[in-house]
């Protein structure tokens, strides 16, 4: 088949690369102007104003980093080569976790240290490889062409038709035909107006604000330096602020730290390069990394705001709203950023585009029904659960801004949950590997998302640390309790 790609991010490159391995014939349309530089350093230099959360720190989750390791061994052997590493569970685990023993499961346990334009820049070297794909960077898709003819299938009398998407159009007025239009634009992507100028129904979407707010800086270790030994954890979270340290490839590192979106006064002084670093400086995890250690690799600070949780359906009441095209990426799920999947959902659903397109040769029709139920079956849980995490963030960062008690009324039974989180879950992954495993498996995608509240060895591990509330030691402050002492520390 030829195929045009709409987007040359995670989603456009992974699924070029799938589908050009499977012998197809593949366009990119990249709107942004990157041509391909020799080196991951250059491509940190992209001037990428359609993806800018390419300057927010990003972590690649496990789901994704096995998919590489099983099903593209070339591609991940070309990002360690290029210094991408591997950051493996059991390795560094901090002194408090007891009763650590390497289980044959820790092998699919990694995540991947890389800065997103490194990893960009080897998927795309992979993809242009492949002799297949033809990447064009600077030319905009501005709209689809569609031959307006109506698919078979049941149709509702009056209502729209469903066009035939037979390619794109750029925004230079070409017309580039295609038998398939996989559509990988991102958030931002204009796909849903794009089908209703060729007839196709308004496309259903839910969408909710993630309630923050952004912040990232990347640095680079000066020669000679060394990272600082890791005995803790690598982020925090204080309700009023959620940090973390991401390594990177050849010895960058960013530091994000995340604000409710309503913190107005916090939100202005962060995007000041010195304020960020004194800041990332009260902070338990990240301090030890700007001890003058590293210097930084960008001028100021990134803001990225709009951080939307987002779900489109392309499929309505069991009908495609177009034939011909399947969107990919953040065009149909975006996620809170703080999880961290977006790129291993994207890189998923490449993988769920070529398994459809590979059992249905030449029938746009049956594509896009088997790529949106498997998308439904393996995506959509972790889009949901994703939304429960936020409520409940969202809730405790506006009873601290208000000066209320976060835990809330006594009297409601999600108090009691909320406690057991607190005294039981979180103790329990300070000391017990059994229980930080189980979370890693998750943030990792490698389990359910239910999937720890659902294991009974798990569940009792809690409940023991629950009983022991009372014999313990606080747990270790992870930065500033109070905003006002973060505020007064910075000023001081
Ligand atoms: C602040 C932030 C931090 C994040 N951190 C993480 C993380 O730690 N780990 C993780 O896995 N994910 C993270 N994500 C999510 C991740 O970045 C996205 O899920 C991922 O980039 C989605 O890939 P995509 O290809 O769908 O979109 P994008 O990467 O945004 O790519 C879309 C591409 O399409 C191009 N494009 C758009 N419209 C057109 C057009 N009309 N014509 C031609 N080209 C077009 C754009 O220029 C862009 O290059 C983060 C997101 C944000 C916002």
């Known amino acids: ?19 050009a391995r499977q012998g197809h014939d593949i366009e990119v349309f990249e709107r942004d102007d990157t041509p391909m530089p020799d080196s991951a350093d250059e491509a940190f230099d992209w001037d990428r104003r359609g993806a800018p959360q390419v300057r927010h720190s990003h972590a690649f989750l496990g789901r994704l980093r096995n ?26 685990l901090p002194e408090t976790i007891t009763g650590f023993e390497r289980q044959p499961g820790d ?17 795309r070297r992979a993809a242009l490889a492949e002799g ?11 709209g689809l062409l569609a031959d307006g003819v109506l698919a078979d299938g049941p149709r509702a009398e009056g209502a729209p038709g469903r066009p035939r998407i037979t390619g794109v159009r750029l925004a230079d007025g070409t017309s580039h035909p295609a038998d398939l239009t996989v559509v990988a634009g991102g958030r931002r992507s ?9 007839g196709a129904p308004a496309v259903p979407e839910e969408a909710e604000d993630t309630g923050i707010v952004y912040f990232s800086r990347f640095y680079r270790l000066r020669p000679g330096s060394e990272p600082p030994p890791r005995t803790g954890p690598i982020g925090g979270d204080l309700g009023y602020l959620k940090y973390g340290v991401f390594v990177g490839d050849n010895r960058t590192f960013s530091v994000t730290l995340a604000t409710p979106v309503d913190d107005d006064q916090l939100r202005k002084i962060l995007t000041i390069p010195a304020v960020f670093d004194d800041a990332a400086r009260q902070l338990v995890a990240t301090a030890p990394w700007l001890d003058g250690r590293a210097e930084p690799i960008t001028d100021g600070v990134h803001l990225m705001a709009g951080l939307l949780n987002r779900w489109r359906d392309f499929v309505i009441d069991g009908e495609p709203v177009a034939l011909g095209f399947v969107p990919v990426g953040d065009t149909v799920a975006c996620t809170n950023p703080l999880y961290g999947r977006g790129c291993a959902t994207a890189f998923w ?6 398994r459809a397109v590979e059992a249905f040769p030449g029938d746009p029709r049956e594509i896009l029904l088997a790529y949106d139920a498997s998308l439904r079956a393996e995506i959509l849980p972790w889009y949901r ?10 809730r405790v960062a506006a009873a601290l801004l208000a000066g209320d008690d976060p835990d809330g009324d006594a009297s409601d039974p999600r108090t009691f949950m909320r406690a057991v989180f607190r005294d039981g879950l979180l103790p329990a992954m300070r000391t017990d590997a059994v229980v930080l495993r189980a979370f890693f498996r998750t943030f990792n995608l490698l389990d ?9 060895d798990v569940g009792a591990r809690v409940l023991a640390a629950w009983n022991d509330r009372e014999n313990r030691p606080p747990a270790p402050p992870l930065g500033p309790k109070h905003r006002a002492d973060l505020l007064a520390l910075i000023a001081a």
């Open 1 to 19: 088949m030829r195929i045009a790609v709409v987007g040359g991010g995670v989603a456009g490159l992974s699924s070029a690369l799938a589908l």
């Open 67 to 92: 998919t590489l390791r099983d099903h593209y061994p070339d591609v991940y052997a070309a990002l360690l080569q290029t210094g991408a590493t591997e950051m493996r569970f059991g390795d560094d």
């Open 448 to 456: 359910s998302p239910d999937s720890m509240a659902t294991d009974p």
């Open 349 to 354: 659903g490449a993988q769920l585009i070529a």
């Open 107 to 123: 092998d699919d346990l990694v995540m991947l240290a890389c800065r997103r334009t490194t990893f960009e820049w080897v998927l």
């Open 190 to 198: 204009a796909l849903p107006e794009w089908l209703t100028a060729v």
């Open 132 to 142: 297949r794909v033809c990447f064009r960077t600077g030319m905009a898709v501005d």
């Open 385 to 394: 659960s994703g939304l429960q995490q936020d409520a409940e963030a969202r």
